[in-house]
Structure formats: structure tokens, C-alpha cells
């Protein structure tokens, strides 16, 4: 098993930024990547980013520019630093990991881009 806990989330005005951090424990040896997700009511969970273990990221063409997905391996920790933000990115954002033994959630974070 393998449990996420994100922080960093809050309200922000538009063009401001946040980061937020995703700490991974548990089984953490079979992680191949890790990424963030965000759904809006009444919208679907989409992929933000995500990051492989070996360096390789992703983005949603909606953040490309403006998000920046990072990890921090000795710490377990990814990162996602979002600037510009606009009203469109509120939404809870969800940590995500992926192994071989399945897909695992953390609990979410509310992001509010309100001025």
C-alpha cells in the first residue's frame, strides 16, 4: 500500500501562485511515476502533470507554461508549483501514484483562484 497526503492548497487571485506538495509512504520502492490530477464540479478528474522516475514529465496543454511538476526522490515528495493562475484552475487537486500493484489517491486539495 502506499499513502499520499497533499498540502499547499488555499485561495489565491488570479495571477498569483501555489505549490503544492504530495508526501508518498508505504510502498514507495515499486513507484514508476507520480502526477496530479484535478476535477471541478461537475467536471471529470483530468490529468495536470506527472513525473516518471526517471525525469519525464507531462503536461495538460491548459498549464503548459504556467505549472511546473517536480520530485524531491530522497524525500518522497512531488511537487507541483503553479503560477498565473486563472479562475478556470479551481478545482481539488489530487496526488496520484502508479506501481505495478495498482493506482493510489491522496485525499485532495481545494485550489480556489478567486479575486
Known amino acids: 500500500q502506499v499513502q499520499l497526503v497533499e498540502s499547499g492548497g488555499g485561495l489565491v487571485q488570479p495571477g498569483g501562485s501555489l505549490r503544492l506538495s504530495c508526501a508518498a509512504s508505504g510502498s514507495i520502492y515499486r513507484i514508476y511515476a507520480m502526477g496530479w490530477y484535478r476535477q471541478a464540479p461537475g467536471n471529470q478528474r483530468e490529468l495536470v502533470a506527472r513525473?516518471?522516475?526517471?525525469?519525464?514529465?507531462n503536461y495538460a496543454d491548459s498549464v503548459k507554461g504556467r505549472f511546473t511538476i517536480s520530485r524531491d526522490n530522497a524525500k518522497n515528495t512531488v511537487y507541483l508549483q503553479m503560477n498565473s493562475l486563472k479562475p478556470e484552475d479551481t478545482a481539488v487537486y489530487y496526488c496520484n501514484a502508479e506501481s505495478p500493484f495498482g493506482t493510489y489517491w491522496g485525499q485532495g486539495t481545494q485550489v480556489t483562484v478567486s479575486s
Open positions: 513525473i516518471t522516475t526517471g525525469g519525464s514529465t
